[in-house]
């Protein structure tokens, strides 16, 4: 199994956001806002030199944290199949809002996209040696979405298959 590190960057840091989920029955179908927070979980079968996982300084966790600012502080989140977009986009062009188009506005599709986004930051940071094993993304203390890599999924299952076997042989 591999060593497990966590990074929260908790809904406190102030990733403000405006979101709507435009499909929903409901109140969320209109504007409004979270202070969104993360928690990663990192996987790596060898620790670093220094007994890491990660590094959660700039060298590690810095360019991952420098995408989460400019992704989600003081935006406005759009799914690329809104139907109201442009006129997002439009708010954009005149300077009111500095929108990023998202594959979907729900906590599962930016956790989702989260993972999809900084798992290759991650990997070229740390040359292949570690990688996100979950992301969770929080609105706030109630509700929350965690995407697992599916690689690592794979790698976890193929782990204790093969360490039933080798214990199955007396080995």
């Known amino acids: 199994m591999p060593h497990l590190s966590t990074k929260t960057y908790g809904t406190e ?28 979980t990192f996987a790596a079968e060898q620790l670093d030199r220094r007994g890491w996982v990660v590094d959660f300084g700039a060298a590690g966790f810095g360019r991952i944290r420098d995408w989460l600012h400019h992704t989600f502080d003081h935006t406005l989140l759009v799914a690329i199949d809104d139907p109201q977009r442009d006129e997002f986009l439009r708010l954009r062009d005149l300077g009111l809002a500095e929108v990023r188009v998202v594959p ?14 900084t798992q290759p930051i991650l990997l070229e940071a740390s040359k292949g040696r570690c990688w996100i094993a979950e992301v969770e993304c929080c609105e706030h203390g109630a ?19 093969l360490q039933r076997a080798l214990s199955g042989a007396g080995l």
């Open 104 to 117: 979907g506005t729900s906590c599962e599709s930016l956790a989702e996209h989260t993972f999809v986004e």
């Open 143 to 161: 509700n929350s979405a965690i995407y697992k890599n599916p690689d690592a999924a794979m790698k976890e299952i193929s782990a204790e298959v």
């Open 13 to 40: 840091r102030g990733l403000s956001c405006a979101l709507r989920q435009w499909a929903a029955e409901s109140h969320c179908a209109l504007l409004h806002g979270y202070s969104l927070g993360f928690k990663f």
